[in-house]
């Protein structure tokens, strides 16, 4: 059975590699973005069962905008939009620049999905799927970005508890280092690459690939009963009990 499927941040990395996934399997697919060009690329490359739409999932005017063209059923919702919006910014020194650096980390990883899924609560199927994507630094800390995706895995526990009775799961999947994205915004040198595959068990870097695959587990019938959990795709640099 065709499913409906919304992707945030799908343009590129893993978002694309997700929404790949989704439409591999003849779904139909929605990716959201900020940015135009690489949207309309990826809905292109992927094939006819992606379409595209421009959204800052973080801006609350702008998802409520969005609310005609959402599918009037959603079986699975991808919360993949974010990254570190401070990576490359000089540290503030002054309290209000600090303020604004938090809260937006804190608006690109963890506001964008809780608006994103309260945009189609209502929509969601009996039996449907939310899939957060976290990061490993939620774990190991890294400042406004690491405590933003800590946020976001508490908050995906209280949203399991509210969806559960309905039939939704709710999960984060938690990536390691993951090549081929624009989350080092081509500032990674060789050095901190080869160290953080240094750091792996598997010693290769993640791909997005691992990632999707991950995710679309989590949305299968096989995954009904796996719920409220933080599920880390890192190659074994933390590892669970």
Not at 171 to 178: A, D, K, L, R
Request: with cysteine; hydrophobic share 45%; proline share 5%.
């Amino acid at each position: 059975m065709t499913r409906s499927v919304i992707v945030t941040g799908g343009g590129t990395g893993i978002g694309k590699a997700v929404a790949g996934r989704f439409a591999a399997d003849g779904d139909a697919v929605l990716i959201l973005g900020r940015r135009r060009e690489p949207l309309q690329a990826a809905a292109g490359e992927l094939g006819a069962s992606v379409r595209f739409e421009v959204c800052d999932v973080s801006d609350p005017a702008a998802v409520d905008a969005l609310a005609a063209a959402l599918p009037a059923t959603v079986d699975v919702l991808v919360n993949n939009a974010g990254g570190n919006t401070d990576f490359d910014s000089p540290a503030p020194d002054d309290l209000a620049s600090l303020a604004a650096a938090w809260r937006a980390n804190l608006e690109a990883n963890l506001i964008s999905a809780v608006l994103m899924t309260h945009a189609v609560r209502g929509r969601l199927s009996p039996r449907s799927s939310v899939i957060n994507i976290g990061s490993i630094a939620a774990d190991k800390g890294a400042g406004a970005y690491g405590a933003a995706k800590a946020g976001l895995a508490s908050w995906n526990v209280a949203l399991s508890r509210e969806l559960g009775p309905h039939g939704t799961t709710a999960n984060v999947v938690s990536p390691g280092y993951i090549a081929d994205t624009e989350f080092f915004r081509d500032n990674l040198t060789d050095a901190r690459r080869d160290s953080l595959v240094a750091a792996t068990d598997t010693k290769r870097p993640g791909t997005p690939d691992d990632i999707a695959g991950t995710v679309h587990f989590l949305a299968s019938p096989a995954a009904r009963q796996i719920t409220g959990q933080v599920v880390a795709v890192n190659g074994g640099e933390r590892t669970t009990r």
